[in-house]
Nanobody, 126 residues
Framework: QVWLAESGGGSVQAGDSLRLSCRAS????????IAWFRQTPGKEREFVAGITWVGGHTNYADAVKGRFTISRDNTKLMVYLQMNSLKPEDTALYYCALTRRSINTIPIMATDYEYRGRGTQVTVSS
């Protein structure tokens, strides 16, 4: 069974940093890509960043390029999202998700991910 659990959210000031963590179960989670999405009330889920387990290929949304970094620890089955220079518009519920569509492709549509965690709230005040 695949499960994902996020942690690390909080309330910060604009310009601060946070590191989110996503812990994944063994099995498929150790093979297929994992991505971070975020969602705010009334808006569509937004792709933030993704990473493959094989090769460590990454993909970022334009809105976070240069500020966010996704990484993984294969031995611990952990995926991290380092968020720097946070802005108020980064405020959202962040969750990690896993797709089994492909080992080496990182989809950007939330509907392409079969599993997701419950999320962790990030609030950035100005």
């Amino acid at each position: 069974q695949v499960w994902l659990a996020e942690s690390g959210g909080g309330s910060v000031q604009a310009g601060d940093s946070l590191r989110l963590s996503c812990r994944a179960s063994a099995g498929p989670a150790s093979t297929y890509p994992i991505a971070w999405f975020r969602q705010t009330p009334g808006k569509e889920r937004e792709f933030v960043a993704g990473i493959t387990w094989v090769g460590g290929h990454t993909n970022y949304a334009d809105a976070v390029k240069g500020r966010f970094t996704i990484s993984r620890d294969n031995t611990k089955l952990m995926v991290y999202l380092q968020m720097n220079s946070l802005k108020p518009e980064d405020t959202a519920l962040y969750y990690c998700a896993l797709t089994r569509r492909s080992i080496n492709t990182i989809p950007i549509m939330a509907t392409d991910y079969e599993y997701r965690g419950r999320g962790t709230q990030v609030t950035v005040s100005s």
